[in-house]
């Protein structure tokens, strides 16, 4: 089983700047990507930015220039470093991985590798008063 665990989340006046971490835990062999979601009262969840193993990135058009996306592949955690936020980016974070493979040990003894799967955090809240 493959827990998502986020931390960073907060109030700040606009303009100002949060980090948000999530690190990624259990039998992990790879995560192919990860990345930040968010969804504010009234409205669909939408990409915030997501980050490939290789480190490719991608951002909503709403944030680019202002966050930035990275990801420490050996510890498993992706961060999403937000500045110059604005009341707009109020909304609940959510953290992805998609394409998680995870070991597993057969009857015989010998380690192997499941079929990938995605999964969620639990959502951490980000406040931007004006």
């Known amino acids: 089983q493959v827990q998502l665990v986020e931390s960073g989340g907060g109030l700040v006046q606009a303009g100002g700047s949060l980090r948000l971490s999530c690190a990624a835990s259990g039998s992990i062999f790879s995560i192919d990507a990860m990345g930040w979601y968010r969804q504010a009262p009234g409205k669909q969840r939408e990409l915030v930015a997501g980050?490939?193993?290789?480190?490719?990135?991608n951002y909503a058009d709403s944030v680019k220039g202002r966050f930035t996306i990275s990801r420490d592949n050996a510890k498993n955690t992706v961060y999403l470093q937000m500045n110059s936020l604005k009341p707009e980016d109020t909304a609940v974070y959510y953290c992805n991985a998609q394409g998680v493979f995870t070991t597993a040990h057969t009857s015989m003894g010998f380690m192997t590798i499941l079929p990938p799967l995605d999964y969620w955090g639990q959502g951490t809240q980000v406040t931007v008063s004006s």
């Open positions: 980050i490939t193993s290789g480190g490719s990135t």
